[in-house]
Each structure stands twice: as structure tokens, then as C-alpha cells.
């Protein structure tokens, strides 16, 4: 049986023990989530800080051994005047209590399968000090720190890091994909710094998962598993591993961001091969209920199909249909049956969809993206004055290319990160040469956000 299931990807997996399970789902009434304390006490048991591990945060936890399955958020800046260097003492503290505020940002993960849970270790968050005299915050070139594996299990799920020596002071913090996203750091990131400037920290304790968001708002006809397609950076040379980011800064800003992005990355995929593109574009589901702040996995995916005909209107129409059908809960909810299915049986199933992706030259999707936006002010204090903050994806060798852009006051920090496989012979620096392009011949100049802002 062990061996059978071996000849299937994740989503043969995945679809294969749904059907098994669909009949008895049919026959279940699934209440409607009210999100509020009562709900979370009765559907938890909680006694302190549970959370039951989420489909997404599984999938991510499944691919740990293979990667390092952290997101980093880097603020650059600059020190106040008076002030020289980091006070080591002065982050900690601030640490100490923006994790008592956010206990989801100091878990560690208990049990087994659907009785996985994250649980409050009451251990803060660590603060550390690096120095990386060669790192340029442009690629991963001169930043071993950040390929540093962060233990679920012992700890700690995430870290903050002051880093020194190079031409400006930055401050970055790391977190597991698997227990937190970029909402997630940021929603820990702006109480750190809240902290920092003398003010209380918002908090959050919500034990809300994205199933428990997705069931509440029902199925969409749109939405569901990802398809195959073809790569942005052409074919596989799969003799070449690793995966490598780079990072540009873009003194624009571009309206429609997500459907100019997908469309000229299509074209990209194009000028290589003939083929289908399918672009996944990460959701914050945080935003379908009132008020909820969270550490936690809470990123939902819209996959938008995006064929030579298709204009950017066209896409941008797609967006909002999807945005208004809830098409990211449908495929959190069609994921849910990982829950039931081992580790190492998804394990397999991830290596089986990379030997699959590079021999066919498919991969599902041909490419991810993020996009954030985020005022330089949430991000500054303790003497420290951020001009820019930008986030580093994941380094996973089973995604073709991801695409992460913050955008800040007035520009925009484009980060791309791709297998070298795929981004080798200078395919990577080409597709972010053509990506930067199409932000600053079609966006709004710094310039004109100063106006705007």
C-alpha cells in the first residue's frame, strides 16, 4: 500500500482520500462559525493559548524537511539621532511583551494529525544580535543567517534579528510558514514597535484558523486546487539545485498591481514555450472578519488563468469576481482532508509533483505572488527610523517562482525567488529586470505618491 501510494503527486493524494471521505461529509452539518469568545472556548477547550493546526499550515509543515519554510520580514532604516547602536536589552524587553500580547508568536506544535495542535510555550520571541558586514539586502548573498532552519517542535517558531555591519542597520524578523504568514509577522512586527515607542500592544489571541474562516463563508464555484503550467524562466535544468532570491527597490507604485503582474508574467512564460499559465495570488483571509487580528497561517489562494487573449481588464475582473465569491475558502476547504493523511505520505506526494514538474516542465502554479502594503510609520522605533521594509518568501524548490511586493510610502520592494534550475544563466535577473520595468513604466512615480499620499 506504502509503495502504491508512493506513484502519486500530493494532489493525487489529496484528491483520492477526498472521495473517500466525501460520503460521509455529505451526511454532517458543519455549524456556521460565530467568531466570537464563546465560539473559540467551545470549539478548542481551551486552557491558555490553542490552536489547532490549520490545511495550509500542514501543507507547509509538510514540506519542512525539504526547505527552509520561513518568511522574513526586513525593515531597513536609519538611528535617531544620539542613538549609535542596537540596545540589545531594550529589543528584548519589547519582545518579552509584544509575545505575551501575541502568543501565537511563541507556539510550538503537539500531536498528531487531527490532533495537532499549536500551544503556547510562554517562551518570547528572541532577539539576537548578527553582524553581516557582506550583505547588501538585495539577494542572499552574504546572508547565511537567513537559511537557518527555525524547530517547530523545541522552538523557537521565530526570531527577531538586528543586524549590523552593513551599509545601513536592519532589523529582521523570521517566522515558520507553517504557524505564521506575512500578516502574521506584521501583526507581531507592529506591536514590537509599538512597544518600542511607549505604546501598549494591540494583541492578539485568536485562535481562528483559515478552515474555521472557509467553513463559515461556504463554497465557491470558483477556486479549488491549482492547475499546471508553464514556468515565467522558461525549461528545468534540474541538474542545478538551490533556490536564490534578489530584491529590487522600484521608486513607483503601479495601480492594478496583481492583474498587470499576472499578465506580464504570462508573457514571460510565453516567450519560452507554448502552454497554459496559471498564477496563484495569496488572499489575507484576516480581511473577511471584522476586526480580527492573528498571528497565524490565515493566507487563502485565487487561481487566476490568464491565457494569451486575455487583457489585464479582463484580469482585473477575474480578481474582484473571485474576491466576492470567496474562491480562496474553497480550496483551504478542498485541502482539509490533509489533515487525515501522514506526513510522510505528503512528503512523498511533494517529491513526486517536483520530479514531475521538471520533467514535464509543469508546474502548478507557474508561478506565486504576494502582494502587501505597509506604512513605513507601523515600522519605527526605539530609536530606529525605517525608509523601506520588504519580505523574503520561503526558498522552496517546488514552486517555479514567487513573487513578493511591499509596498511602502512611495515605492515599491520587489523581492523574486526562484529555483536555480530554473532562474540559472541569468533568467532570474531577467524576469526582475522585465518585472521592474512594468512597475515603473506603468505605475505612479514617488514623485506623484507624495501627492496622493
Not at 135 to 158: H, M, Q, R, T, V
Not at 441 to 446: E, H, T, V, Y
Amino acid at each position: 500500500m506504502k509503495e502504491e501510494n508512493n506513484k502519486f503527486s500530493i494532489m493525487d493524494l489529496v484528491r483520492r482520500s477526498k472521495q473517500h471521505f466525501d460520503n460521509d461529509a455529505k451526511n454532517t452539518n458543519i455549524t456556521k462559525v460565530n467568531f466570537d469568545s464563546k465560539y473559540v472556548e467551545e470549539k478548542h477547550g481551551l486552557n491558555g493559548y490553542r490552536r489547532r493546526l490549520s490545511p495550509v499550515e500542514r501543507l507547509w509543515l509538510t514540506a519542512d524537511q525539504r526547505a527552509v519554510i520561513v518568511i522574513s520580514m526586513v525593515i531597513e532604516g536609519y538611528f535617531a539621532e544620539g542613538i549609535y547602536d542596537f540596545n540589545l536589552d531594550q529589543w528584548q524587553n519589547a519582545s518579552d511583551i509584544a509575545s505575551a500580547a501575541n502568543p501565537g508568536s511563541r507556539v510550538r506544535l503537539q500531536g498528531s494529525l487531527r490532533g495537532t495542535w499549536w500551544v503556547d510555550s510562554g517562551e518570547s520571541v528572541p532577539v539576537k544580535i548578527v553582524n553581516a558586514p557582506d550583505w547588501d539586502g538585495c539577494s542572499n548573498k552574504g546572508a547565511a543567517f537567513l537559511e537557518e532552519k527555525l524547530n517547530i517542535y523545541s522552538g523557537p517558531i521565530g526570531e527577531v534579528l538586528l543586524v549590523k555591519g552593513g551599509s545601513v542597520p536592519r532589523v529582521v524578523f523570521r517566522t515558520h510558514h507553517a504557524a505564521g504568514d506575512g500578516g502574521g509577522g506584521i501583526t507581531f512586527i507592529q506591536d514590537l514597535f509599538r512597544v518600542l515607542r511607549g505604546e501598549e500592544p494591540l494583541g492578539s489571541s485568536s485562535t481562528i484558523t483559515d478552515l474555521d474562516i472557509a467553513q463559515h463563508q461556504g463554497k465557491s464555484k470558483f477556486g479549488g486546487f491549482p492547475k499546471p503550467g508553464i514556468a515565467p524562466t522558461g525549461f528545468v535544468k534540474p541538474e542545478i539545485t538551490g533556490t536564490e532570491w534578489i530584491r529590487r527597490s522600484v521608486p513607483a507604485k503601479l495601480d492594478k498591481y496583481v492583474p498587470t503582474m499576472c499578465k506580464a508574467l504570462a508573457d514571460a512564460a510565453r516567450k519560452h514555450q507554448n502552454g497554459e499559465v496559471y498564477i496563484n495570488v495569496t488572499v489575507d483571509m484576516r480581511q473577511r472578519v471584522a476586526g480580527l487580528r492573528s498571528t497565524a497561517n490565515l493566507t487563502g489562494v485565487m487561481t487566476l488563468q490568464v491565457k494569451p487573449s486575455t487583457s489585464i481588464k479582463d484580469l482585473q475582473k477575474e480578481v474582484i469576481k473571485q474576491l466576492r465569491s470567496f474562491s480562496e475558502g474553497t480550496y483551504i476547504q478542498d485541502l482539509s482532508i490533509i489533515r487525515h493523511l501522514p506526513l510522510w505520505l505528503l512528503r512523498k506526494g511533494i517529491e513526486k509533483d517536483v520530479k514531475r514538474a521538471q520533467a514535464e516542465h509543469q508546474y502548478v502554479p507557474s508561478a506565486g505572488m504576494t502582494y502587501i502594503d505597509v506604512p513605513l510609520t507601523l515600522t519605527s522605533g526605539g530609536g530606529f527610523i525605517s525608509t523601506t521594509h520588504y519580505a523574503i518568501p520561503p526558498l522552496t524548490d517546488f514552486m517555479s517562482c514567487t513573487l513578493f511586493a511591499l509596498v511602502t510610502d512611495n515605492s515599491t520592494e520587489v523581492v523574486l525567488a526562484v529555483p536555480n534550475c530554473l532562474g540559472s544563466e541569468g533568467r532570474m535577473e531577467a524576469l526582475m529586470d522585465m518585472i521592474t520595468d512594468v512597475i515603473q513604466s506603468n505605475g505612479i512615480s514617488s514623485e506623484d505618491c507624495k501627492i496622493y499620499a
